[in-house]
């Protein structure tokens, strides 16, 4: 049973055919890469998951329930499905801890005893246990990104999806934003990541997709995809990349 699938999930915003038809299955434990240029539908994809967005047509399933399903009622699908962005959208006045805590108390009903013990645990689990009382502003870009990486696994979630986390991030600091995947992909998370590192898509992915006008113009594993394209868009695409150094 896939963890999560997508049946040809079609959106538009207007006129414009944004996902068109897109199948994909993700398998429990699986990391899947999205890649393809600006505009090609990666974020908008990633986002019909947990539903940010709402697709106009097909149907995306988690553990084979569908994500519409009453049963996740208004917040559960959250819990579920965890995401972090390229601009970490923490709180500036805030402490991290109540960053961490805000949604779990205000949204999920926990206690503020309960919530802050598993933001600290969280905390520490990244090497940031110090920086409870601390406000973001007093943190380093990877740093704010580890917190809202914590903040994305408050609820244990079986899913999380990453877009572009490291795009946002000085160079010198990606590497340890790219190091907090590896980790989780190592204890088994499941994950769909959209990203323009292509020798990280390389090192973490089982799978990658091309992206090109809202469709998955190619998928395999990525020694083959970066190897040898099958198709000559995908090619076009990798070949930029390469001449912009970031392969
Ligand atoms: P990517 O992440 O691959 O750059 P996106 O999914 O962000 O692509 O965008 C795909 C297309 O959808 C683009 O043409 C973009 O302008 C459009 N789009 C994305 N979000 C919105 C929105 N909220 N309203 C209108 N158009 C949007
Ligand atoms: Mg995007």
Known sequence: ???VQLAEVTKYFGDNLVLDQ???????HEVVCLIGASGSGKSTLLRCINRLVKADYGDIY?????????SFGKVGLHKRIGIVFQSYNLFPHLTVLDNLTLAPRK???????????QAQEQLDRFG???FAKAYPEQLSG???QR???????MNKPDVLLLDEVTAALDPELVGEVLGIIKELKAQGMTMVIVTHEMGFARDVADRVCFLEGGRILEEGN???MFNEPQHERTRAFLDRIIEAGRL
Do not use: N
């Not at 897109?22 to 429990?28: C, E, G, I, K, W």
């Not at 949204?107 to 013990?117: F, P, R």
């Not at 917190?147 to 696994?153: E, P, T």
């Open 1 to 3: 049973m896939p963890r």
């Open 22 to 28: 897109v199948d994909l299955s993700v398998a429990q």
């Open 62 to 70: 988690l553990d084979d329930v569908p994500v519409t399903d009453e």
């Open 107 to 117: 949204v999920h009903g926990k206690s503020k005893k309960e919530a802050e013990a």
């Open 128 to 130: 940031m246990g110090r």
């Open 142 to 144: 990877g740093q704010q």
């Open 147 to 153: 917190v809202a990486f914590v903040r994305a696994l």
């Open 222 to 224: 990525p020694t083959d």
